[in-house]
């Protein structure tokens, strides 16, 4: 291979599945590769059984015609925002130009779905910088791994996994570098190894040998804000894909003031200070994005509404500037009970707020050590649909201490609330390190699990429920919220979330009943799949936990 092509970088991100997966062939391979290497393939499989007789609903409702099909044809037609890249393809992208390195870009769906583009790639980028940020758990990794690895190619995996992986990791041979931290004090480091020099770890990181792999940590950062560090530049990712991408994604925060429970957001990195934009370097850089032919941004941070002054500050920053931009961010409901600070986002060009509500039921937030209250959670979507701000719930199902009881609470407070979307999420064990999983806490809830993240959805059973009552339990909530036409489920539609608005709910709600007739010979022949699934599920809880 020629001695420039060997420092050319290819940055690969994405997930292994998407819902929008174009070859049915090329799915299932990347399942079944997943599943090989799954300590416990049966509650994902489960769940995504769920998704998919969903999924196929929606697509045969599509081709039928009703009053809300005009509604329904214009948020799924693509508004130029399909095929928006990743943040974190874009901000390694930059952050490789700010270096000097030569470097080409890829999504995972694009290198599995067709094999001359990856051999194209491949062939010409001697090393792979491969985010594993969108990927559930090692099981995918390993299948992705297995993808874009090719002999004299070096491999680099960083992102949400590699924390994860670290600790006791004893190497792969088929990756060359585990980075763990920050990409903008790990890529300088990174660079000076491709281009042939030692890897050395940024001040206050370390370099440690894991047997054939190195792993490299960042270390804390000594800047107190990310005001000092490059933004994700949005115009060179067009220059290099070729076109104007309406929508971006935006971050303007790292870690957060809060410890939740189930959350391993504040853990992510070695600094766990809790760092942020300022308002009017935020505003800049909007400007510059709006410049670029950006018109809707979505912030990617844990809390865009903190700082609360910060908040405030920005939003009269973008009124003033009267910028043609629409923006969406996450939100806790205690930052939202403020009708006049809410009439001010929504001013500045806020169209949704999402929002980690949890449950329905007091006591089930205060185990999750939430520090807010269902009344808080309430009053935050009523001051939103006052305001015009589309709302989108998350909830989580099957934490400790859930019982049928909790979860109706959970069902009846979007019956009464009624939110835009919401999201009924699993209680999962995945990710160690969070405060639910502590010693303590298994010793309290009686919590038993499969350790290690060879599933992305891992086994567990806690004194009031365990994992393989959750695909039933989730069905079933599901369809009361359909047939009352409460919400719309965000799992089905999250890809058009950001295009929707409070005038398309009636439309929209009215296509989601009709989905639940569609498709009967689907629904059946997926339900008798789901069926053998969860036999085979509850066979092996019950072999591993008891």
């Known amino acids: 291979m020629p001695a420039h092509l060997d420092t050319r970088v290819l940055v690969v991100t994405g997930t292994l599945l998407a819902a929008d997966e174009r070859s049915a062939r090329a799915a299932l391979g990347k399942q079944l590769a997943s599943m090989r290497a799954s300590s416990g393939p049966w509650l994902d499989l489960r769940l995504k059984l769920l998704a998919a007789e969903e999924l196929l609903a929606q697509r045969a409702a599509r081709r039928e015609r009703g009053w809300w099909s005009d509604t329904v044809d214009r948020l799924f037609t693509d508004d130029g925002s399909d095929g928006t890249p990743e943040l974190t393809e874009v901000l390694l992208a930059t952050l490789l130009q700010v270096e000097g390195v030569p470097f080409e870009v890829a999504s995972i769906a694009a290198l599995t779905g067709d ?42 995996v960083g992102g949400a996994l590699a924390p994860l992986l670290a600790p006791g990791w004893s190497g792969d041979p088929a990756i060359d570098v585990l980075a763990v931290g920050e990409g903008e004090r790990l890529v300088p480091a990174l660079a000076a190894w491709v281009r042939g020099g030692e890897l050395v770890a940024p001040e206050g990181g370390e370099v440690r040998r ?66 942020t934009r300022s308002a009017r370097r935020i505003a800049d850089d909007w400007t510059a994005m709006v ?71 007091d006591g089930m937030l205060r185990r999750m050590d939430k520090r807010t209250t269902v009344a808080q959670s309430a009053l935050a979507l009523e001051v939103c649909r006052r305001q015009g701000v589309v709302t989108l719930c998350t909830f989580i199902a099957g934490y400790p201490g859930e019982t049928r009881r909790t979860l109706r609470a959970t069902r009846d407070f979007v019956l009464r609330t009624r939110p835009d979307f919401y999201y009924l999420a699993p209680f999962t064990t995945r990710v160690l390190g969070v405060p639910v999983l502590s010693e303590d806490s298994r010793r309290r809830h009686g919590i038993r699990t499969v350790q290690g993240i060879t599933s992305s959805a891992p086994y567990w059973r806690h004194d009031t429920m365990s994992a393989d009552e959750l695909p039933t339990l989730l069905r079933e909530h599901n369809a009361t919220l359909v047939a009352a036409e409460a919400a719309l489920d965000a799992t089905l539609f999250y890809p058009i979330t950001a295009r929707y608005r409070p005038a398309d709910r009636a439309a929209m709600l009215a296509f989601q009943t009709r989905m639940a007739r569609s498709a009967p010979w689907w629904r059946a022949g997926l339900r008798g799949v789901g069926t053998w699934v969860q036999r085979r599920l509850e066979r092996d809880l019950q072999d591993v936990l008891g």
């Not at 009269?316 to 806790?332: G, K, N, S, T």
């Not at 600070?341 to 949704?352: D, L, S, Y």
């Open 291 to 361: 410049e670029a032919g950006v018109r809707r941004i979505t912030c990617l941070d844990s809390l865009f509404t903190l700082p609360p002054r910060r908040l405030d500050e920005l939003c009269a920053l973008l009124v003033e500037r009267d910028l043609p931009l629409e923006w969406i961010c996450y939100a806790r409901a205690d930052d939202l009970t403020d009708e006049r600070r809410v009439a001010a986002m929504r001013a500045a060009g806020c169209v949704q707020v999402q929002i980690g509500v949890e449950s329905g039921d």
């Open 115 to 156: 094999a001359a583009l990856r051999r194209e790639l491949l062939g010409r980028c001697g090393v792979v910088f491969l985010s594993s940020t969108l990927l559930r758990d090692a099981s995918e990794l390993t299948a992705v791994v297995r993808l874009v690895r090719r002999p004299g190619t070096r491999l680099v």
């Open 210 to 275: 894991a047997g054939p792999s190195l792993v490299v940590r960042a270390g804390p950062s000594p800047e107190r804000t990310l005001d000092a560090w490059p933004c994700a530049d949005w115009s060179l990712a067009m220059r290099v894909h070729g076109r104007t991408f309406p929508s971006a994604f935006y971050e303007s925060v790292r870690g957060c003031p809060y410890r939740c429970a189930f959350c391993n957001y504040p853990y992510l990195f070695d600094d766990q200070r809790f760092r």
